[in-house]
């Protein structure tokens, strides 16, 4: 019989504080009990674009710095209250809606490339 200790390798879920590098454009973190490092994400400003009275999306710029799909800095787009029935002149104002939205959208992808080209951490 062996009297040296016997040892098992188990794993945990280890809770500590973890300081991070933090982007210049990131406003904040709504919940700082990310569970794992990868779920740790960085979110700028949240961006509502809308058009007469119509939400049509969500955009924000995030980065997952330790995600290995997408770290990031990327433009996270959501849809926004697009979904219903609409009549023939709603539709109309729906597309003139998302013709203005897609000119705010592009202005978000121009400050994305801008934060990808340095211009911002």
Partial sequence: ????PRTAV????????????EPDWCAGHPDDRAQYKVDITHFGP???LEANGIQT??????SSPFSQHTPGPVLYVENGELTGSYTPDEV?????????????????????ADILAGGGQ
């Fill in 92 to 112: 109309e104002e729906l597309a003139d809606a998302l013709v203005q939205s897609a000119d705010q959208l592009r202005t978000l992808g121009r400050q994305l």
């Fill in 10 to 21: 188990v794993n945990v879920f280890v809770t500590r504080p973890l300081e991070i590098d």
């Fill in 57 to 62: 999306l969500r955009a924000i710029i995030a």
């Fill in 1 to 4: 019989m062996s009297t040296e």
């Fill in 46 to 48: 949240e961006h509502v």
